[in-house]
Protein backbone atom coordinates (compact mmCIF):
# COMPACT_ATOMS: atom_id res chain seq x y z
CA UNK A 1 0.00 0.00 0.00
CA UNK A 2 1.15 3.42 -1.41
CA UNK A 3 1.53 6.15 1.59
CA UNK A 4 1.67 8.93 -0.46
CA UNK A 5 -0.62 11.50 -2.09
CA UNK A 6 -0.36 14.98 -3.62
CA UNK A 7 -0.86 18.40 -2.74
CA UNK A 8 -1.98 20.70 -5.11
CA UNK A 9 -1.23 24.70 -5.02
CA UNK A 10 -3.72 26.91 -7.36
CA UNK A 11 -2.79 30.30 -7.59
CA UNK A 12 -4.76 33.64 -8.73
CA UNK A 13 -1.87 34.04 -11.60
CA UNK A 14 0.69 33.09 -13.64
CA UNK A 15 2.97 34.64 -11.10
CA UNK A 16 2.48 32.66 -8.58
CA UNK A 17 2.43 35.20 -5.66
CA UNK A 18 -0.55 34.58 -3.77
CA UNK A 19 -2.14 31.44 -3.04
CA UNK A 20 -5.87 30.78 -4.07
CA UNK A 21 -6.46 27.37 -2.83
CA UNK A 22 -4.53 24.13 -1.45
CA UNK A 23 -5.58 20.90 -2.10
CA UNK A 24 -4.89 17.16 -1.38
CA UNK A 25 -5.54 14.07 -3.48
CA UNK A 26 -4.80 10.38 -3.31
CA UNK A 27 -4.23 9.97 -6.61
CA UNK A 28 -3.33 11.37 -10.09
CA UNK A 29 -6.70 10.73 -11.11
CA UNK A 30 -8.35 12.20 -8.94
CA UNK A 31 -6.39 15.25 -9.48
CA UNK A 32 -7.43 14.86 -13.07
CA UNK A 33 -10.92 14.57 -12.59
CA UNK A 34 -11.22 17.94 -10.16
CA UNK A 35 -8.96 20.07 -12.94
CA UNK A 36 -10.16 18.50 -15.53
CA UNK A 37 -7.49 17.30 -17.25
CA UNK A 38 -6.33 13.81 -18.54
CA UNK A 39 -4.86 12.44 -16.21
CA UNK A 40 -1.89 11.67 -18.83
CA UNK A 41 -1.20 15.61 -19.21
CA UNK A 42 -0.71 15.40 -15.22
CA UNK A 43 1.93 13.66 -14.87
CA UNK A 44 3.59 14.48 -18.11
CA UNK A 45 3.30 18.13 -16.41
CA UNK A 46 4.66 16.73 -12.88
CA UNK A 47 7.66 14.82 -14.62
CA UNK A 48 8.77 18.11 -16.72
CA UNK A 49 8.22 16.42 -20.58
CA UNK A 50 5.56 18.93 -21.32
CA UNK A 51 5.51 22.78 -20.69
CA UNK A 52 2.51 24.18 -18.32
CA UNK A 53 -0.42 25.10 -20.63
CA UNK A 54 -3.87 26.42 -19.36
CA UNK A 55 -4.87 26.08 -15.59
CA UNK A 56 -1.14 24.21 -15.03
CA UNK A 57 0.68 27.41 -15.71
CA UNK A 58 -1.34 28.38 -11.94
CA UNK A 59 -0.66 25.49 -9.95
CA UNK A 60 2.34 23.70 -8.37
CA UNK A 61 1.93 20.34 -8.04
CA UNK A 62 3.85 18.18 -5.30
CA UNK A 63 4.13 14.44 -4.22
CA UNK A 64 3.93 14.46 -0.70
CA UNK A 65 5.40 11.18 1.50
CA UNK A 66 3.72 9.67 4.88
CA UNK A 67 6.63 9.56 7.29
CA UNK A 68 6.80 6.13 9.44
CA UNK A 69 7.06 6.42 13.33
Known amino acids: MK ?3 WVVYLFTSNE ?3 IFKIMEFKT ?3 I ?3 LN ?3 Q ?3 NYYH ?3 KPR ?3 NNLILYQSVALKL
Open 37 to 39: IDA
Open 16 to 18: KKE
Open 32 to 34: SYC
Open 48 to 50: KLI
Open 28 to 30: IKQ
Open 54 to 56: GIL
Open 3 to 5: NSG
Open 41 to 43: TIS
